[in-house]
């Protein structure tokens, strides 16, 4: 190992060198001909280029683009990889030998390890059964070729085929030591073994990027909320609009953190008046029977969802407001702002309107991506995306429900323009009840301050976060 704890030599198969920020340089080979593999990186430290050469020729080469790979062997011969989705891939290849377009469809098990392989008649090209941490038990094809063109295999990473490393993001696997090959970049938030792979119960957990992330319990996650409550801390929980667990977080946080505490619970609406004084009331002014049954009718229509998720909707969202209470006497409730107003035409504005620390409900997108959808560019403000980026940015974390999370990957909501490193971890629900968890993200002095010695580094697209654990303590 180097002082930094990389692992320099793999037994029979050659030394290994590395970056000064613990990324992977190159694998020598100490074979006749002298093979050496380097791998290049982009500035956020994930793998762009592959490039093999022996006797100083180059003998392969692959660049990584986003869902294409490109790839050309010593024959000059060149193959384009295309990712549709996670696990179906188009190659073509210019080499008149083989078919020039080939479809790949993976078929998973429970670890997301791809087993079968089928073209597009739906004829086998390869099945593969893996030991616990990868090696490979069983493989077999429809020929040789098949085979070794198979390079997405255990948990649907890369092998490379010259050192049998599994490419995970932040490390890269060994399946035969059963270890990573560096040490955890967080250091021992995991245990004082920093090779570990998912705790060594690889047959339930997966860590799709090299950083699993902890689990805590609610009360857990409470604690440290309401640790210090003379600094400033912004709470922004991510909605899905025609799902009740935005609103359902917000009602049972705002039942479990001291008003005092937090002060003013924020709702989105984008049809009130930035000028005016809106506020949520709590107050019904029509027949409560007539106006339930339209506000449900409401929801269905105006979210495109079922009565039964509806009327989840409208009671959460009822036990919210009555939670508010804008009187000079609060009698230990919130006082309620709106936010968003307008189509969020000036968010800025809206915020420095509100005293004190908040806890706010928004859409998720708002707060998971950088990048205002080209469809509402014309009168969204740039401000309202991430919301809490541009307007409280170092005192404020985020809370996204794992439902609205599966939501969002199902239906491809774009992540994009966030290029500094976030931090997260799970929470599981009240009770630790799993079906309530989400995710706490963030990167400002709130979060390191709360859950610094637990949180760990989340990839960009929420898809390769690893699953939720057995909550520590």
């Known amino acids: 190992f180097d002082t930094n704890g990389n692992l320099l030599t793999l037994d029979n198969i050659g030394t290994l060198h590395w970056h000064y920020n613990n990324t992977l340089n190159q694998l020598s080979k100490p074979d006749k001909s002298n093979t050496t593999q380097y791998y290049v990186y ?9 490039v093999v050469e022996s006797n100083n020729q180059a003998q392969s080469q692959r660049d990584y683009l986003p869902s294409l790979d490109l790839s050309i062997n010593q024959a000059k011969q060149q193959t384009s990889t295309l990712h549709i989705g996670t696990h179906i891939f188009s190659e073509t290849s210019k080499d008149n030998t083989q078919n020039p377009v080939q479809t790949r469809y993976q078929l998973t098990n429970h670890l997301q390890s791809n087993t079968l392989e089928l073209d597009d008649k739906a004829q086998t090209l390869s099945y593969e059964h893996y030991y616990p941490y990868g090696g490979t038990a069983i493989i077999a094809g429809k020929d040789k070729t098949q085979v070794q063109q198979k390079r997405y295999r255990y948990t649907s990473k890369e092998r490379d085929d010259s050192s049998g490393l599994c490419y995970y993001g932040a490390r890269y696997l060994a399946p035969w030591l059963t270890r990573w090959i560096s040490p955890d970049s967080a250091g021992a938030v995991d245990g004082l073994n920093l090779y570990v792979y998912v705790d060594n119960n690889p047959l339930k957990y997966i860590d799709p990027t090299g950083h699993g992330i902890d689990t805590i319990l609610f009360d857990n996650f ?107 006497s609060a009698n230990g409730k919130f006082k309620g702002r709106f936010i968003g107003g307008e189509k969020w035409k000036n968010p800025r504005l809206e915020i420095s309107r509100i005293k004190g620390n908040v806890l706010a409900l928004v859409g998720a997108t708002h707060l998971l991506t950088s990048v205002v959808p080209t469809e509402h560019s014309k009168y969204m403000h740039a401000d309202s995306c991430p919301v809490q980026e541009h307007l409280k940015p170092n005192t404020s974390i985020v809370l996204i429900p794992k439902n609205v999370i599966d939501y969002c990957i199902k239906y491809k909501i774009p992540r994009q323009g966030n290029f500094v490193n976030e931090f997260g971890l799970w929470v599981n629900g009240k009770d630790n009840n799993p079906e309530d968890a989400f995710l706490v993200t963030g990167r400002g002095e709130a979060m390191r301050e709360r859950f610094g010695d637990i949180m760990q580094p989340i990839p960009i697209d929420l898809s390769k976060l690893s699953p939720i654990k057995e909550p520590n303590p």
């Open 42 to 50: 982009d500035c956020q430290g994930n793998r762009v280029r592959t």
């Open 222 to 328: 409470l604690d440290r909320i309401n640790r210090d409550k003379t600094s400033e801390l912004n709470i922004w929980i991510g909605d899905a609009h025609n799902l009740p667990d935005g609103i359902k977080l917000l009602v049972t946080l705002a039942r479990s953190i001291d008003p005092n505490h937090i002060g003013t619970l924020v709702i989105e609406n984008a049809t009130v008046s930035i000028l005016g004084n809106e506020q949520p009331d709590p107050y019904p002014t029509t027949d409560p029977t007539t106006d339930a049954y339209s506000c449900i009718e409401d929801i269905m229509h105006g979210y495109n969802t079922g009565s039964l998720e509806a009327i989840k909707i409208y009671s959460y969202q009822n036990k919210a407001l009555a939670l508010i209470d804008n009187s000079a």
